[in-house]
């Protein structure tokens, strides 16, 4: 069953219990679609939820997490839907998932790489996990996937050792290992973070290129509005563990409803989009989580909080079919959770 | 690696040179006529002071230090060793009787304290913030404050005098097979391994610990890998390195502990001997064996370093 | 003014570390262990009428009880008093070994760290290979030249126990002088030897007291092994390794326990306290460094 989405999370609530039972909500009802053959871009400020929200997709959450509510639904091509909250974090099924179907990229292309073993080794990993297929042919496949990915004299390289290679060359690799296995869904989280201005944007425009070579989703995660701009066809804005706005491209960036995106876009600068304009920061800091106020979170740093704001938590409202957003002031049609 | 190799041997011979040139230097520093140690005791007994002379002239006793000291250091490597002054014996056959009898015991020790560091590091880091991992890390620090003696003593009174389950004293017969008296073995090896056992449950655990936190697991993670080959061959490969760093550091205290446990033992090696020299004031023979264990606990250390860098691949370059 | 205020911050930190290590049971016990032992050790002559030395022929390896708590050993000398004096002796030596071996590391490690260039190098090798060589042979080798002696003993500690804090210190010099804070200092002209007492060595502060404890409690493991094989102190002076001592010969493992039993079991107590403190104040003071 073929749907227009490859992905729907529904309420999607992710919970770390810390300390004396005490529990940290990093992500309190997350809920948002990415349309199949699309790019959506995931931004928010650093702690806001956004790379939790990746890692329970994948469920690579650290053993403490625990995920009480909500569902993850992946509609594979040619397969069945799985809820993916519900599956065991270390089972059959979310392995035959991972690296095969969804692929993940992780911010720090230093770390994520294992250092004792060369990057020929790696990569085939992913392959041989999932299918039969001798170590010469796995090989054959990653040379070629890393000539895709314009690494110079790949058939030699991938003997060399992660040390060996640059920042921006070990997150191609990282790229390589993702896409080795044709996956529906790569989710990148931060993918460009750890590396050189220059090299951010390379490793952009070959994500954009493979991703229109092989027809795979992608859910880019970033706090970079600039790269949003660049690439995404969706954007989900968030804040406190909660989607405050999603919509098109389009929607988000021409008519941005959501104060919290409006202070977004007016406090960076972004390439070909209001040039002229101050540059004003968001006032105030993102409150502790574990002091939460009890109505809407921006509250306390939006310029149009009124009474209403600081008792009631916003819902989901819907301003056109493509436009959600989580603000008492918007009109529209009124959506669940 | 076979580059490597050579570099790390390189390293070691100013190193060897350093050693010798220390123990050359006390050998001077002490008291005793030189002849004596030089010859065995019968070939000197009735010779007129003239005769001496002649004789310490013609060995060239009378030369610079430096000549006499390459003249001593070539013939230590040829095996010529010179004679304890005590009971007239070569000290070559000394060494070649005793030491190897020490080697068996450090290397028993060594093979003891990794295989249940290792076992018990990874059970603390796996069931991590259980009663396991906090009896681990406890008994752990147990483990690094009792005195290995003290740890013999005890494991000789429970272990042979009250269960005599094993022999509390000795090497066991020069005619049994290796096998036989491999009885003889366990207490004194374990004696001396505890403590580097406890240090590496310690070490272990926390390298694993470490590792686990790591991207690079998270990415065998999202690779689909199951958990087993998760933590085979990405955390605990890793988690080996600095591991073997450790054992590499602890390994000097390891020969030096074998000479105490010998005592308690009642073991028969070169430690044992070497404590019979000092009080007897057998200094050729106490500083040639100090010499040779020296060279002992550098070539173990190598052997690890070659491990380390069979594991890590950013060492060997 | 601003003289004042640090001092504000500097305490606070301090309360805050000192909090930490009460929260910490197991550091607390070290602590409680160690101080426990170490006050019976200094108030030895009010714990025990008996002196550690004094022979009584009619009191020959009498078994616990009555006047003598630990028995007398095989010359008639109180266990008690040789424990409790014995403890102050060890104590002393395994301080006085750590402390100068730490001060010796912090100075040398300083220097190296700072300057870097042909001298660091030369104590780079020299750490290397007093570090393979077994300090127990060392000790040995020192004995043949110094001959026996406490302060011999110490000598040999101090000569080995610099190198973990001079690899520590160098270390955190090397990593500290690249930092933008150091290069600041520079900037402003700030004398070097300023830079380096005022701006780099209170950060290696943390894990260098951690190492004195470490190393305290390893040298006093020593003396103990030491003393035992003979090798240590002189056999008149009653330390915890020479009152063990009488273990060596097997009959007396098990006719005469508590002439090792006590002994063996203070050295155990008062390292394992030291060790538990030590792990608790990495805890705080260190707290990459597991």
Known sequence: MATEYILEINNLKTQFVVRRRRVVRAVDGVTFKVRRGKILGLVGESGCGKSVTAHSIMRLLPKTAVIPEGSILFHPEGGESVDMAKLNP???????????????IFQDPMASLNPVYNIGDQIIEVLREHSKITKKEALERAVRMLELLSIPKASERIKDYPHQFSGGMKQRVMIAMGLICRPQLLIADEPTTALDVTIQAQIIELIKEMQSEFGFSTIIITHNMGIVADMADD????????????????????????????????????????GEDKLIPIR???????????????????DFATEACK????GRVGVTDSHIVRCVHCIGEKLDD | MLKYFFKRLLVMIPMMLAISLLVFGALELTPGDPLTAQFPPDQLVGMSQEDLDALREAVGLNDPMLVRYFRWLIAFFTGDMGYSIQTGTPISQVISYLLPQ??????????????????????????????????????????????EFFIGIVAILIFAINLGWLPAQGRGSADATFIQ????????????????????????????????????????????????????????????MPISVLIFLRLPMLIGGSVVIEQVFGYAGIGNRLLTAINSSDYQLVLTIILMLSFVALLASLLIDLVTALLDPRVRL | MSENKKKIVKSSLAKENFYKLLHNRLAVLGFMLMFVILMACILAPLLTPHSPTDLNLRHMGKPPGGEHPFGTDKLGRDVFARVLYGGRISIAIGLSGALGGMILGVIIGSFCGYYGGWLDAIFVKIAELVSVFPQLLL??????????????????FVF??????????????FSLREESFVEACRAFGIRSSSIVFRHILPNCLGPVIVQLTLNTAGFILQEAALSFIGMGVPSGTPTWGNTINAAKELLNITNYPWLWVAPGLAIAFFVLGVNFFGDGLRDVLDPKQQ
Not at chain 1, 311 to 314: A, F, N, Y
């Open chain 1, 90 to 104: 270390t089972g059959r099924k979310i392995r035959s998932i991972r690296g095969n179907e969804i692929s993940m």
């Open chain 1, 235 to 274: 954007v989900a804005v968030m804040y406190m563990g909660k989607i405050v706005e999603f919509g098109t491209k389009e929607d988000v960036f021409l008519n941005p409803l959501h104060p919290y995106t409006q202070a977004l876009l007016k406090s960076v600068p972004i390439l070909g989009n209001a």
């Open chain 1, 284 to 302: 105030g800091v993102t409150p502790d989580p574990s002091e939460m106020p009890p109505g809407c979170a921006f509250e306390p740093r939006c």
């Open chain 1, 311 to 314: 008792t009631c938590v916003p």
């Open chain 2, 102 to 147: 020490t080697v068996i015991l450090a290397a028993a020790a060594l093979l003891i304290s990794t295989i249940f560091g290792l076992i018990f590091g990874i059970i603390a880091a796996t069931k991590h913030n259980t009663i396991w991992d906090y009896l681990a890390s406890v008994i752990g620090v147990i483990g690094i404050s009792m005195p």
């Open chain 2, 181 to 240: 008296n491999l009885r003889y073995l366990i207490l004194p090896a374990s004696s001396l391994g505890l403590s580097l056992a406890a240090a590496l449950t310690r070490y272990t655990r926390n390298s694993m610990m470490d590792v686990m936190n790591q991207d690079y697991v998270k990415t065998a993670r999202a690779k689909g890998l199951s958990e087993s080959r998760v933590f085979f061959k990405h955390v605990f490969r890793n988690a080996l």
């Open chain 3, 139 to 156: 000790v040995m080798v020192m004995r043949v030249i110094l001959g026996e002696g406490i302060k011999n003993l110490i000598i040999i």
């Open chain 3, 160 to 173: 080995t126990g610099w190198i973990a804090t001079f690899r520590l210190v160098r270390g955190r010099f």
